[in-house]
């Protein structure tokens, strides 16, 4: 594939992946909003403690096969069926462990209603067995275009079915049916669009030649998914669900914008990494453009929202919410730093150097429980700070090893990001002084917003940032290039 043909259809598959999330994404924000004016944070801390275990069943029932199905060159219809067989098997598995263990966790955390909440939400578990298969088959294809549509429709009729829930006071089950619906349309929207159905095929022979690669992504997730929501737990815990509806609520803004936008960048790149992964310098220019270009969008993103926290969260889900602002400046921080952590370690995985992405993670992990155990002493604030510190030493260990597996050093990394993080810093302190003029909430907003775009984008044209020119470029060839993004 030569590198226009394949430049191509990275845009194409990009543009649809933005969309895919942006739409999803977009209108998941909204049927947020609307559900957290109906719905108490108590509420949202069951969820969040039950979406934990869900979370951490997912990585098992999919156990790295995922991956290893987009980097494998030659898989076939034996690879895809036997791992699909044995992801329901284990589905099912976990499943019957949830249900009997359901009344211990319960008591544990002593909230009485988690028993039956963790057992209808693990049903499921059973759709990610088949959503996995059909996920690693379109990106494999880079026909994301058909996740656009998958994930659409479903989020606004499982949307549409929870909002109406909630304003019928069904309480935390508005969310729990919620869940259910969206991936039970997703996978059901996917049935007709990805040509894809599980044959009378299983190969332990295949089974074990994926799992030679994916066993290391399936500990990494694992320990990964673990020392990321421990915290949670401690939280759920030590404190109440509605300590942690707060904390969860202030994570998930800024993870819904870093998740769409950089995750976007992130799922096209791993098949795009994968087909030149025996060319390391042109995977090189891959992943330092994609750090570029994500931290260009990110770093002005996530300082603004961090200025605008409190009357953003005032104005959309209300006063009562307003103890989740804290977190949600915390975590504009933390998150902002995705870009490096996440392109480097898609570098590692297109490699093939799973080996040395699981070492990566015992060591990101080890350090942070050293972090949690330390902060978990001063406090639930003290918890998510300790994420900042945790994410900035992470960003070195993670960019580590592509200094000599590409000759893309840690140093040369933030000299191509600095110049985006300095601008963002600038549009920041500008947006905050407009408060200054003591206009009220909503005008504040509308202004802030209109000068951080216009001051960032125009100091961005000045200095005539690379990135800048290369998004305006990318963005012209998406719209005019008809052969790579058929509208």
């Known amino acids: 594939m030569s590198n226009e043909v394949n430049k191509s259809k990275i845009l194409s598959s990009l543009f ?8 999803t994404q977009g209108i998941q924000f909204i049927v947020q909003i609307v559900l957290a004016r109906l719905l108490i944070p108590e509420d949202y801390g069951i969820i969040a403690l039950v979406t934990i275990f869900i979370i951490v069943a997912n990585v098992f029932v999919q156990s790295g096969f995922n991956t290893a199905l987009i980097q494998k060159k030659d898989a076939n219809e034996a690879d895809f069926s036997s791992v699909f067989y044995l992801s329901l098997f284990v589905a099912s598995v976990l499943y019957v462990i949830f249900f009997f263990a359901a009344p211990l966790i319960a008591a544990f955390f002593e909230e009485p209603q988690l028993i039956s909440v963790l057992r209808v939400l693990s049903v499921t578990l059973f759709f990610g067995a088949f959503n996995s298969i059909q996920n690693a088959i379109v990106a494999r294809k880079m026909q994301f275009k058909k996740l656009f549509f998958s994930s659409l429709g479903a989020i606004v009729v499982s949307g549409t079915v929870g909002i109406v829930m909630a304003y019928a006071g069904f309480g935390v089950w508005a969310l729990v049916v919620q869940q259910i619906t969206n991936q039970l349309l997703t996978n059901a929207i996917l049935w007709f669009t990805v040509k894809w159905r599980p044959r009378l095929l299983f190969s332990f022979k295949r089974v074990k030649s994926l799992f030679s690669y994916g066993w290391k992504l399936l500990v990494s997730s694992l320990i990964d998914r673990l020392s990321r929501d421990l915290s949670s737990l401690i939280i759920g815990k030590i404190y109440n669900a509605e300590m942690l509806g707060f904390y969860n609520r202030g994570k998930q803004l800024p993870e819904l914008i870093v998740t769409n936008i950089n995750g976007s960048i992130q799922s096209v790149m791993l098949p795009a990494l994968a087909s030149q992964q025996d060319n390391r310098q042109r995977v090189k220019e891959m992943v330092r453009r994609s750090i570029v270009t994500s931290s260009f969008i990110l770093f002005p993103m996530m300082v603004g929202l961090a200025v605008i926290a409190k009357p953003l969260v005032k104005i959309l889900l209300t006063e009562k919410w307003i103890p989740c602002v804290p977190f949600l400046q915390i975590y504009c921080i933390s998150y902002s730093l995705w870009p490096i952590h996440t392109a480097n370690l898609q570098a590692i995985n297109a490699l093939g150097r799973s080996d040395i992405f699981l070492k990566l993670e015992i060591i990101k992990k080890i350090l942070g429980l050293a972090i949690l155990g330390v902060t978990v002493f001063y406090g639930v604030y003290a918890i998510a700070l ?6 900035l030493i992470s960003t070195i260990i993670n960019s580590f090893p592509n200094g000599k597996l590409l000759n893309y050093s840690y140093k040369e990394q933030w000299k191509d990001i600095t110049p985006s993080l300095l601008l963002s810093l600038v549009m920041g302190a500008a947006v905050y002084n407009v408060q200054l ?37 990318t963005c012209k060839d998406i719209l005019t290039n008809r052969k790579g993004v058929t509208l």
């Open 16 to 23: 649809w992946k933005l969309m895919e999330r942006g739409g």
């Open 386 to 391: 300790g994420s900042i510190i945790n994410g």
């Open 437 to 473: 003029f003591g206009m009220t909430e909503w005008p504040t907003l509308i202004v802030q917003g209109f000068v951080g775009i216009i001051l960032y984008v125009g100091m961005a044209r000045i200095f005539k940032l690379e990135c800048f020119t290369y998004l305006l470029l």
